[in-house]
């Protein structure tokens, strides 16, 4: 059983798929360097936390190999004589073409390589239109995949056998960093105390999910997005657990979104780092040190616009960032630095420990107006408004920027608004929201002639 994005034991296709097949089953998991190696360190720290975790829900038995898959898991199988890999599907344009590449050399060598399940309660390329093409459009999209339904979650036939640690030696745990990050629950267990403790909260949670989900000041969304990332749970599960009333709708739509965007990039995985929309290659960027510069200034979250770096900073400390907050602060890259999407979606990607390529560069492309269900050009998120708006009462900004802490909350959003500079410690904004949304249009507007 090769282990990926599915690390978990309950409801786990491909191993209850394993189980039935064979009478002991080796639990696998490759440290490929093309993914740890670009992680950053809380989602490196998640990543490990979350598979010591595995690890101890079987005993300890999982076995680690380094290198690249395409490589390990062939010799692997010639070592120990195993003839077939389980393992769930992986839809993301690396994973597809990793899998294929390793299931031609198992092949070669009489082996198989078995898919079941996947992380996705429709697989990616199922819901289609009458006429068969795919949907690039979310609405229509999310009613066909309402109606195509999904499956129930499966249980194990019986306590797993497994032939892994001590019996085969393992390479040894990956390096988990010495960091202090608050990141989210890791265990099997932990994840499903969060999803409780949200569904269970009354409208506080779950059920007051429509009205509270775009605020970060409070905990009003769930935050399973790590949980299910890394298969601690599946979709199905949580779909499951909803009724129709209008706050479990648009949660579930929300898992719809998930869905959507795994769906558009298996049919066009160029879309990982490049614009959906072709057109929009036009858009003028900034380059040269200025831009560098910036760049790194938005990194680390000292853009001087309150929001932004709160967002930038809750990043690096917890690796997750609320949602509402990732538009702001793509859209200040995009639109207000004028750089390109794919820097942060970079940025994005080495941080987050929920980061999921389908979502992420989709996300990054609704806001820079490229991608599926774009935001029309003109949609220009100004920092201080939305922050006002969103995070009335300044706690989310003084949670993350502490050198704003003393503020009053009719100055927290502009530190400079009241004259005398800003708060020691603390930076005059990098740039002119009003004259950067002027030059943002006149860009965008150099392309699509609107
Ligand atoms: C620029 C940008 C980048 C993003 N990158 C990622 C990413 O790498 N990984 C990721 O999981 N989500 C990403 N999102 C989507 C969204 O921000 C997160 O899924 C959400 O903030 C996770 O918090 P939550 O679990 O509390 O969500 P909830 O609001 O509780 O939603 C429940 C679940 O629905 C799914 N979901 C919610 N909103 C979206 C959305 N807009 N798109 C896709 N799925 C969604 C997630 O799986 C989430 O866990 C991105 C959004 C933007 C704007």
């Known amino acids: 059983m090769w282990f990926r994005r599915d690390l978990r034991l309950n409801d786990n296709p491909a191993l209850v798929r394993a189980l039935a097949d064979y009478d002991e089953v080796v639990p696998l998991f490759v440290v490929d360097p093309n993914l740890f190696d670009r992680s950053g360190l809380s989602r490196l720290t998640f990543m490990c936390d979350a598979l010591n975790a595995l690890d101890d829900s079987?005993?300890?038995a999982l076995l680690y190999r380094y290198g690249d898959p395409v490589e390990v898991i062939p010799s692997f199988c010639d070592e120990f004589g195993i003839d077939a890999v389980v393992t769930a599907r992986d839809f993301a344009p690396y994973g597809a073409r990793r899998d294929r590449a390793v299931a031609e050399r198992l092949e070669a060598a009489g082996r198989r390589l078995v898919f079941e399940g996947s992380p996705y309660a429709v697989d990616p390329g199922t819901v289609r239109k009458d006429d068969g093409t795919p949907y690039a459009?979310?609405?229509?999209f999310?009613?066909?995949?309402l109606s195509a339904g999904w499956s129930s979650p499966v249980e194990a036939p019986r306590t797993p056998n497994w032939l892994g640690a001590p019996t085969i030696t393992c390479a040894g745990r990956p390096t988990r960093p010495d960091i202090d990050v608050v990141l989210p629950p890791f265990t099997e267990t932990g994840a499903w105390n969060q999803w409780e403790e949200f569904r269970d909260r009354g409208i506080e949670g779950l059920d007051g999910y429509d009205d509270r989900r775009n605020d970060p000041s409070v905990a009003g969304t769930s935050r399973m997005s790590t949980?299910?990332?890394?298969?601690?749970?599946?979709?199905?599960?949580?779909?499951l657990e909803l009724d129709d009333s209008k706050a479990h709708q648009v949660f579930r739509s929300e898992i719809a979104w998930r869905e959507f965007y795994g769906d558009v990039l298996f049919h066009r995985p160029?879309?990982?780092?490049?614009?959906?929309?072709r057109k929009m290659d036009a858009i003028v960027h900034d380059e040269g040190p200025v831009a560098v510069e910036r760049f790194r200034a938005w990194c680390e979250g000292r853009t001087g616009y309150p929001i932004v770096d709160a967002g930038m900073r809750e990043l690096l400390a917890t690796g997750w960032m609320h949602n509402r907050v990732r538009m702001i602060v793509a859209s200040f890259l995009v639109k207000d630095?004028?750089?390109?999407?794919?820097?942060?979606?970079r940025h994005f990607m080495r941080h987050l420990a929920d980061g999921d390529v389908a979502s992420n560069s989709h996300g990054w492309q609704w806001t820079a107006g490229t991608g599926t269900d774009a935001a029309p050009y003109f949609r220009v998120f100004n920092p201080v408004a939305q922050g006002e708006r969103w995070d009335p009462t300044g706690d989310y900004v003084r949670r993350f920027v502490p050198e704003l802490a003393d503020l009053a909350t009719s100055q927290i959003h502009a530190p400079w608004s009241k004259g005398g500079g800003v708060p020691l410690g603390y930076v005059p904004p990098i740039v002119d929201h009003a004259v950067e949304r002027e030059e943002a249009l006149a860009r965008y507007k150099a392309v699509t002639g609107g």
């Open 58 to 60: 079987m005993g300890r």
């Open 137 to 140: 459009v979310f609405t229509p």
């Open 142 to 145: 999310s009613k066909r995949w």
């Open 227 to 239: 949980a299910l990332r890394w298969g601690l749970v599946h979709p199905r599960q949580l779909l």
């Open 270 to 277: 160029d879309t990982t780092w490049q614009n959906l929309n």
């Open 337 to 345: 630095l004028h750089l390109p999407w794919q820097w942060g979606a």
